[in-house]
């Protein structure tokens, strides 16, 4: 169900990210104060835009999962919010890879954007934390959704705090692609679209080996079920011999256990 | 190509050049470990399924090696491959296909 078309859009996030690089290097122009280090635009702010978008999401699912108690949502949410985890990561580390080449420093503590970047990602970072430490299934999913509505709608607002915060170091992107010159808008609009092809084709990898490892560990209870219940009936009438399908559901129930 | 790479401007590999190759390296290293890590799960649910079968083909091969000594409830052992062939099947009951909330509680935070 969640592998349905996941070959076509694999496809299409390669193809998405090759022409995405192509104009990125080939088409648009270099920046006339940064020149050549202005391309980790084209990678940094995509990526930032995608992990706060999906974290955003991850909260959106948390709603449907706590309206519709299905825990497919849950299981949405969660993986929304792992795959922008690993997008955060990537633009704090490109992020400190563009200071570093721009103002000579790898993070600057008093740039409110990157601080507020840096509360949003730890705040996420706690998640799984949080989400690992409950063992009943059924709280651990509502408490996660609880979290994840919390710091889904403190996304937004700490974007428009830092937009309205004084101090303007680093530079405005989100609305404003009008500023920028045809190509590189052009080659900034291919990079968000393939980095966000990316997003979902992960997305749904993820999503898909959850659901073939939960048809498996289905299939295996179901063996051990079927294989159990006519060995109780058998017992009742006559010994059985120590191989056959009784031993089947138990192999089966015990190997099940200990995975 | 050679048209392309003429009207395309050369790529100065001085100093700013080092930072945008560590960028765009990390995140492609960054998927690049993500989709390992993918390829390892897939490899492990591979060996599950393969011990399942391993497990079901070993038990029929039991079956038959026994002669099926029959305890007057018919044949168990074949009923019992025919409901595994059928759990296997994800047609044989609609519903398991998609997740009953018991086990997809399971599935969903590993």
Sequence with gaps: MYGRGLRALSISTVVAVVAALTLVFFYAPLEAEQGFLQKIFYLHVPLAIIALCGFVAGGLFAI???RTRDPRWDMRSYVVIHMSLIFAVATLITGSIWAKGSWGHW???SEPTLVSFLIVFLLYATYQPLRFSIEDPER???YASVFAITAGAFVPANFIAVRLASEFLHPRVLGSTSNLPGPMALAFLASLVAWALLFVTLCRYELAA???RFQLRALRRRLAGEQARPARRRRSAAPEPATGAATLGARVAGRGAST | MSVLLAETPALPLHTAGK???GAYIVVFAIVLIYVAIMA???GRIEGELGELLALTEEDQLVGRDAGDPGDGGGHPRRDAGDSRRAAADPRHD???TQEPPHAARESAPA
Excluded: D, F, S
């Design chain 1, 140 to 142: 651990q999913a509502r």
């Design chain 1, 210 to 212: 959850k659901h073939t």
């Design chain 2, 40 to 42: 390892i799960r897939l």
């Design chain 2, 94 to 96: 609609p519903g398991e």
């Design chain 1, 107 to 109: 993070w600057v503590w």
């Design chain 2, 19 to 21: 930072y945008v190759a």
């Design chain 1, 64 to 66: 449907a999962h706590l």
